[in-house]
């Protein structure tokens, strides 16, 4: 007999699948995407934020960031893309020199977690002395993936 | 006749599972993400005045009525343009955000009152910034209108457009094109009849300001013999001031002739500017 009432943790009845490599049931898919006119030389845009609500847990496993425009070499170090947790760069995606996947295309990759009340954000920089006028091109970047309410989903408060 | 009905049997067997092979077979084209031509198009108003006007490149303070960049190689302008107001309105593009070559333009003349109201500027070459810039010397009185721009990834296919014949009788310094404002054009030719006894010479000036003869430096100087006619059918001459003509009594003169010259010029007021380098008057 599986009790499937919603206050008993999901893990418990043992047919619960990692939540942070599948969705579990009630969970609502989350598409970021955006695109914005590239910065100036030396400074920085936020391509998409998003604030995780509370008592759920963010998801993501595509992500997708390109330029559209002319005189980006990829790898240059001209556009530098990062994804930020409350406002810091997170391990590994501190200084995304080159298109990991196409908006319109991401690329899956290992998932990465955000908690409840952290906001997530795409930011774009363009470095000082880079020759890419501010305006000449616009940057994009999609973020994918899911959230749920972790209580209900079994996870335990912190982590999964 | 047992071995017979099992080889019916599996042949039937066989064409289920071939059957149910072929319908979940999955589909083998791959999606290989847009690789269509990108283009990207900009409504924008231009509300007209005394003053320049500009519709610059969008970037993250001016979000619109601006120019999308996409990194695109042709570039096409369309202007409704409802006053008879004399206005001219380049197409420009810049490599590094200061300098800006002028690719094409429209121009509408107050006398040309049967003009289109509406002009499309066509012109390629990647900028990394495209602007929009009217009434660029702020010496007329422009009226409104509105446009659209398109940008495209590939060259757009380009033939001598706009090009129209002004006839006009030169002496003293003539304004033929460009009285109040920069007004860019192409000469593609002109023809000129010298009725004088006596040689006359040709000048031509890059400016929209008043020309002092003998003074204003000019970027043309032809002798016309007496009741001769001169033609000259190109290359293109590009300037990007104004055009002004006169017709003097000796090389470098100041004295105008004394029976003007019955000249007929061939301009393109349109373009495109590019690649032709400017003359340095």
Known sequence: MIDRSPTLPAQA?????????????????????????????????????????????LVLNQIGNNFVGGGFDEGSGNLIWQIWDNGVPIEDFENIIGSLGNVALPTPMAPIIFEQGHTVAFIIQNAAGSPILGGSGQVGATLRGWYYNFLSAGDSEWGV | MGSLKRFTRLCKMALVVAAFTAAVRPALAQYIGNVGQASTVSAFTISGGTTEQLVNPCSASITSNCIKMI??????????????????????????????????????????????????????????????????????????????YAGFQTPLPLSPIATQFKSHTVAAA????????????????????????????????????????????????????????????????????????????????????????????????????????????
């Not at chain 1, 969970?27 to 509370?54: C, E, H, M, W």
């Not at chain 2, 020309?211 to 013999?225: C, D, N, R, S």
């Not at chain 2, 007496?226 to 100041?254: E, I, R």
Request: charged residues 5%; contains cysteine.
């Open chain 1, 13 to 57: 009845t043992g047919l619960q699948l990692p939540t942070h490599l599948y969705p579990p049931a009630g969970a609502q898919s989350k598409n970021l995407a955006n695109y914005v006119p590239v910065p100036d030389p030396g400074a920085q845009a936020v391509i998409f934020s998003f604030t995780v609500p509370t008592s759920m847990r």
């Open chain 2, 71 to 148: 990194g695109q190689a042709s570039h096409l302008v369309q202007l409704n343009y409802g006053s008879r107001a004399q206005c001219t309105v380049l197409l420009e593009g810049s490599p590094d955000g200061t300098n800006w070559a002028t690719l094409g333009a429209a121009t509408w003349f107050a006398i040309s009152l049967a003009r289109f109201s509406e002009q499309t500027i066509v012109a390629n070459g990647y900028y990394q910034l495209i602007r929009l810039k009217a009434n660029p010397n702020g010496g007329d009185t422009c009226g409104a209108m509105t446009g659209n």
């Open chain 2, 174 to 281: 003539a304004n033929i094109a460009g009285s109040t404002n920069s007004t860019p054009y192409l000469l593609a030719g002109f023809s000129c009849y010298n009725p004088n006894s006596s040689v006359a010479w040709l000048e031509f000036f890059d400016t929209f300001a008043t020309v002092t003869l003998g003074t204003t430096p000019f970027f043309y100087e032809e002798a016309i013999p007496a009741m001769s006619t001169f033609s000259y059918t190109g290359p293109n001459v590009l300037g990007l001031s104004g055009f002004s003509a006169a017709a003097v009594t000796a090389q470098g003169g100041a004295t105008p002739v004394s029976t003007a010259l019955s000249c007929n010029f061939q301009i393109n007021y349109s373009g495109p500017f590019t690649p032709i380098t400017p003359l340095i008057p």
